[in-house]
């Protein structure tokens, strides 16, 4: 069973940084594109940052310059660094993976259970 355990939240101050990192556990064949979520209290989930199998990123307007996500292939963690944080950065971030089990062989997606980021100002 493929499981995804993010790590790294807590109460940052605004101005801060926090690096975030998520692993991925199980009978893997392969993982394609991962990625970072975030959903604030009365918002809908919404990407941070995606990183494909190849190391192509792409961040949200709203991080761009302040994120970089990085993964490492080899131990199948996907991490996310934040700086100048901002109290609008206070949200769960979860980790999204596109993986494909070892004896299934079809790709899905599987989520992290998340992990709360509170900026303070």
């Known amino acids: 069973q493929v499981q995804l355990v993010e790590s790294g939240g807590g109460l940052v101050q605004a101005g801060g940084s926090l690096r975030l990192s998520c692993a991925v556990s199980?009978?893997?064949?392969?993982?394609?594109?991962m990625a970072w979520y975030r959903q604030a209290p009365g918002n809908e989930r919404e990407l941070v940052a995606g990183i494909t199998s190849g190391g192509s990123t792409n961040y949200a307007d709203s991080v761009k310059g302040r994120a970089t996500i990085s993964r490492d292939n080899a131990k199948n963690t996907v991490s996310l660094r934040i700086d100048s944080l901002k109290p609008e950065d206070t949200a769960v971030y979860y980790c999204?993976?596109?993986?494909?089990?070892?004896?299934?062989?079809?790709?899905?997606?599987?989520w992290g259970r998340g992990t709360q980021v509170t900026v303070s100002s």
């Open positions: 999204n993976a596109e993986v494909t089990p070892r004896i299934l062989r079809v790709q899905s997606t599987y």
């Open positions: 199980g009978l893997i064949f392969s993982i394609n594109t």
